[in-house]
């Protein structure tokens, strides 16, 4: 789709030649090593699994869609997780326990839920281990090429020079010539004059003197009869067309001379080598990603229904009315590298007047499943009936296992109450600091942070301003609601 969520069609693949370079330049997969990198999680078991589930589920659709980078980013952090935080931790050990003794217990469900992520872990280091390996040889392919082309652009520009050089030295030669030529021409006029003027006074003393010269050299119509028709009248033409016959002839030389001055031979296997450098480029039709985390992470577009904000606080009304939070969540797809918000699930959930958290999350993790399987889920959504539109520090820990699964994660705040205004925002963490602070961070319930600058707003204010978030509310779009309460 374009930028206006307008279905586009897929760009045609062109062909390429050994020197060719990448429609798009490949990461560096060192760089990419670095943002698998998940800071230290002191979070409760049941919220390290349902994170390990999301990861896992986003890798996937991340790979699906032919993004590898982000499924590798995904899967390695999914087989950390796993690995080094879930199976050792001493809650999991508990759970299996009680699993074994009573399988039916809720308890013993997350050893249950650990198992059945374990059969993803190998295929999913296969896999990241695959894509890693096809990365680092598309980049270092690039770093030849770039490499090549560079050294083109060096071999041509010596080229350049060189020949111009030459011209340059041709055409102060020529010019030499050209006056050499000049000067060559007005002393064979000056002799050519002195002979005319020799002819016209010495050559003549043979005829007989009784004969008036003027009147042989201007004869009046009666005289021309007694004209020798022997007398060679061609020394009679005047001076000047003696000067135009030579300098004709001058200039016949001066066109000769410049049809054989040296002009720029083409370089072939040069030319074609740049050719091949700047052979046509396929028209990309993805989105472009103009929005990056404060450590300079991508973060692709999300297009959010404009009317979602309005539908759910319908569905919230009731709750509303008695001062009790409800909550959402997200799903959307991934297109042309960019988020489209098109479900908004209601999960059962427990409420309170400033909280609300979902249960029996495997209900909405199969509708998902069932509806489609590449789909994401980028955020959530909640009520503040009482308070105004901000992330309390309990919707900060609830945003970042969000965003821990997904870098584009947002949380949509609406304050429905007259005393705030009506009013809704999109948020997301700060990434660095509020991601690690708040990953880091173990304290439970209500608390202060005392590090500033931990959510930022991410509603992109207008098409001028893209760069102030990544959040695009656009009326119109599609989306769908299942209430799975």
């Not at 002195?194 to 009046?220: A, C, E, M």
């Not at 919707?395 to 007259?418: F, G, K, W």
């Amino acid at each position: 789709m374009g930028e206006n969520g307008v279905p586009m069609s897929p760009s045609s693949s062109t062909s390429s030649t050994s020197f060719s370079l990448p429609n798009v330049i490949p990461s560096d997969p060192k760089l990419l090593l670095q943002r698998t990198k998940m800071y230290e999680s002191k979070y409760p078991l049941k919220l390290l699994i349902r994170s390990a589930s999301g990861i896992l589920r986003n890798a996937k659709a991340y790979d699906s869609e032919g993004a590898r980078e982000d499924a590798f980013i995904l899967y390695s952090r999914f087989v950390d997780l796993v690995a080094n935080r879930i199976a050792p931790n001493a809650e999991l050990k508990e759970s299996k326990a009680i699993y074994k003794k009573d399988k039916a217990n809720k308890k013993g469900q997350l050893y249950f839920e650990f198992q059945q992520l374990v059969p993803s872990l190998s295929i999913a280091m296969e896999r990241s281990e695959s894509i890693i390996e096809e990365l680092k040889r598309e980049y270092d392919e690039y770093k030849r090429l770039e490499t090549a082309r560079q050294e083109i652009r060096e071999l041509q520009r010596k080229k350049f020079l060189e020949r111009k050089e030459i011209e340059e030295r041709e055409l102060i030669d020529y010019r030499k010539n050209i006056e050499r030529r000049k000067s060559s021409m007005n002393s064979d006029d000056k002799d050519l004059l002195d002979k005319l003027r020799s002819l016209s006074h010495g050559s003549f003393n043979s005829v007989k003197p009784s004969i008036d010269l003027s009147s042989q050299l201007y004869p009046t119509i009666h005289d021309n009869a007694i004209m020798d028709d022997s007398y060679d009248n061609s020394v009679f033409h005047n001076h000047d067309s003696v000067l135009s016959r030579t300098s004709q002839n001058t200039n016949s030389q001066i066109k000769a001379e410049r049809s054989s001055f040296s002009k720029p031979k083409p370089i072939s296997n040069l030319t074609k080598n740049i050719n091949s450098l700047t052979s046509p480029i396929k028209i990309d039709t993805n989105h472009k990603t103009v929005n990056f985390t404060e450590g300079g992470a991508p973060l692709r577009t999300i297009f959010l229904p404009a009317e979602l904000s309005d539908s759910f606080l319908q569905i919230a009304e009731p709750n509303t009315k008695r001062d009790l939070e409800t909550c959402g969540i997200l799903v959307g797809k991934l297109n042309r590298n960019a988020f489209f918000i098109t479900h908004l699930l209601i999960p059962e959930q427990d409420s309170t007047k400033d909280t609300c958290s979902t249960k029996n999350e495997e209900k909405m993790f199969e509708f998902i499943d069932n509806e489609d399987p590449d789909l994401f889920i980028l955020g959530w959504i909640h009520t503040h009936p009482t308070q105004s539109c901000f992330l309390s520090s309990v919707d900060l820990h609830t945003q970042n296992s969000y965003q821990i699964m997904l870098n584009e994660a947002i949380a949509i705040v609406c304050a429905p109450s007259d005393k705030f205004s009506k009013k809704t925002g999109v948020f997301r963490l700060t990434d660095p600091p509020g991601v690690p602070t708040i990953t880091n961070c173990n304290q439970p319930g209500f608390h202060p942070h005392e590090e500033p600058d931990l959510y930022v707003d991410c509603n992109r204010i207008s098409t001028k301003q893209i760069s102030s978030g990544h959040v695009v509310i656009r009326s119109g779009l599609p989306f769908k609601i299942k209430d799975l309460r």
